[in-house]
């Protein structure tokens, strides 16, 4: 039988994909839970629907992002933590850190999982920050400054 899957389900499918099930399986497990129904001709056309609003979604998405990365690019961001006299943090700065700064300072919303660093942050000075979101890719500068 086919169905369209409403959510993902492991060793099936993901969310939207229509898929060929056995029927038990499909009346006794998915669509008693709402996890998926039927492919007729109603369902399908309702699916291209979505798929097609969910494509000019992630285009608008994607345009926003570019230009929020072009934007950062050309910034510089300052965060003071207290150092030693030779720079050294007495706290690392993590993605989370800088997550936070870009929210309350500055209005930019960037999940901290988006936010690439190698290591921690653990001196003052000028570091540049990777970050990736999905398969696009930015740069922002961070000035670390040292309070004593």
Known sequence: MKIILLRDIPKVGKKYEVKEVASGFAENALFKKGLAEPAIPKNL??????LSALHVSKGIQEA???????????KVFEIHRKANEMG???????????SELLSTQHRIDIDADA????EPIKTTGRHEVLLQVGA?????ILEVIGDK
């Open 64 to 74: 926003l992002l570019d230009k929020n990365f072009g934007e950062l690019k050309e």
């Open 88 to 98: 050294h943090l007495f706290s690392k700065i993590h993605p989370k850190d800088i």
């Open 45 to 50: 056309e309702k699916l291209k629907k979505i």
């Open 115 to 118: 936010i690439i660093l190698e």
């Open 136 to 140: 696009k890719k930015g740069m922002l």
